[in-house]
């Protein structure tokens, strides 16, 4: 459904850029208003002219599709492009938080330290 949309924004928008660009200025009509022989008044043709009209409805529809598309977009939950790629392993080291000795296990050498008796003995009084 989105591509369609995408097209349809497409042709609006250059349908619009078009029809702006073939609309006359109104800087002329106000210089003939000052200058002379104008049959027009100050504010120009009251009415709306077929390109007035064009470029309003067009307009509209160009509103529309970029709701829709913005909408679209939002709601989107397809895959990404990179999803083959696999996040490299996560490394975890943890380190002793400070003054937390007795969280971590002293290395076994074998040797027990000095003044302590070891385990498998029972301590003398």
Partial sequence: MTPIFVIIHIVVCIALIMI???QTGKGADMGAAFGGGSSQT??????????????????????????????????QTGSSVMSDVKPPAAVEQTAPAAGDEAATPAPETGAEPPGEAPASEPAKE
């Avoid at 043709?45 to 077929?50: I, K």
């Avoid at 599709?65 to 913005?70: D, G, I, N, R, Y």
Wanted: aromatic residues 14%.
């Fill in 42 to 75: 100050l504010f120009g043709n009251t009415g709306a002219t077929f390109l007035g009209k064009l470029t309003t409805g067009v307009a509209i529809v160009f509103m529309l599709t970029s709701l829709s598309l913005a909408y679209f977009s939002s709601r």
């Fill in 20 to 22: 702006v660009l073939l």
